[in-house]
């Protein structure tokens, strides 16, 4: 689980900020039920306010940690600085708790390379298993000696690098780190919202999957009570090739009848696409990171999602969800102590939980989107 993590120069982030996860003596039980970190996080902000930033980050950090050893010895860091401090590197941080050990990644980067990378976890106190300077390791654990004299690409992660070689799987905190963020899911990339999903893919992915298809296919049936069963089927394209599509079987009458995917309502595909998504995070314990996540869907329907991360009988594995939305009322499910505000002044963005603010304005005893709507907390857009 993610316990925070910060970010400077990033995007529209030129000052330091940080996103925590971390409930404190101060947070309610009722509220924390007795976790040291959310399990739900929401973000808010007006348009281009810099809420997709933060979701950005995670996305860059997972791509960078897991995957950047596939990047071109040539090829740019995808990281974007702040506009009026080019060639400024980039600082990202991430503490986060993998079983019963805490962890700490930091970099600093630019678009040409790593200026520095480093991995820490706590025991009694934080000790190093790996620093990076440059292109050089300066220090790595006893227990990952074998490593060093390993040729580090400058725009590549030293935990991306050495997962491609087989003594890796042997090194318990490595892997472990690198599985963390290979798991995670986020819908964002550098260029922004993932939101076209391909029903073929997804159906695919369905009907290889029967535990995750049922959970997709009961989560529906019960927010659209018209819908008795859902189908994945079988057909051929004009070339040939062999894909799979969902049949949406809606009884009225005691008459049942097909609806196909491109009749169906934008809030049913919608739910049909991503819950392989929520399936996913659940299954592992792993985060779900999603940019606008209440598009096309009700509002009363949104707490039910977010149930399935605040519920332990769903949520068994401690998986977290960390999301923007435009809906207001959500505020008022998640409260003061799980809810993240971004404003933007002189393009310049920054974020802070709600518990934060100074004085009882916010309280976790009365609603709060009354005071966010009228602009009294931040967060909203200058009309």
């Not at 933060?54 to 995808?78: H, M, N, T």
Request: proline letters at 3%.
């Amino acid at each position: 689980m993610i316990i925070e993590y910060g970010l400077k120069n990033f995007f529209s982030f030129r000052e330091e900020s940080t996103v925590s996860f971390q409930f404190d003596n101060n947070v309610p039980e009722s509220i924390s039920m007795g976790e040291e970190a959310a399990s739900l996080l929401g973000i808010k902000g007006g348009n281009a306010s810099g809420k997709t930033n933060l979701i950005r980050a995670l996305r860059f950090l997972k791509y960078f940690i897991s995957e950047s050893v596939r990047f071109e010895s040539d090829q740019a860091i995808p990281v974007d600085c702040f506009s009026l401090d080019k060639g400024k590197p980039t600082e990202l941080y991430i503490e986060f708790k993998i079983q019963d050990t805490y962890y700490r990644y930091e970099t600093s980067l630019t678009r040409d390379s790593v200026v520095s990378e480093s991995l820490s976890k706590k025991a009694k106190k934080w000790v190093p298993i790996a620093t990076r300077k440059d292109d050089k390791m300066i220090y790595l654990k006893k227990d990952l000696s074998e490593f060093e004299g390993i040729k580090l690409n400058k725009n590549a992660s030293f935990i991306s690098t050495y997962s491609q070689f087989t003594i890796f799987d042997s090194t318990d905190d490595l892997n472990a780190v690198h599985e963390f963020f290979e798991l995670m899911i986020v819908n964002v990339t550098r260029r922004g919202l993932v939101d076209d999903l391909n029903f073929k893919q997804v159906s695919e992915f369905y009907h290889g999957n029967k535990k995750a298809f049922d959970f997709t296919k009961n989560f529906i049936k019960k927010c659209d009570v018209g819908i008795r069963d859902i189908k994945i089927l079988s057909t051929h394209d004009q070339s040939g090739e062999k894909y799979y599509y969902p049949r949406f079987y809606h009884y009225a009458d005691s008459t049942e009848f097909p609806v196909s995917y491109d009749r169906e309502s934008k809030g049913t595909t919608r739910l049909y696409n991503f819950l392989g998504t929520y399936w996913g995070a659940l299954e592992h314990g792993s985060v779900l990171a999603m940019d606008e996540f209440d598009i096309h869907l009700h509002a009363l329907l949104l707490p039910h999602l977010l149930d399935l991360f605040q519920d332990k009988k769903h949520n068994k594995k401690r998986a977290q969800f960390i999301f923007t939305a435009h809906n207001t009322e959500i505020i008022d499910f998640l409260g003061k102590y799980r809810t993240v505000l971004v404003n933007k002044e002189d393009n310049e963005s920054y974020c802070y939980r709600l518990d934060e603010l100074p004085g009882n304005l916010v309280r976790n005893d009365r609603p709060i989107a009354p005071l966010y709507s009228t602009g009294k907390i931040g967060g909203v857009p200058n009309l």
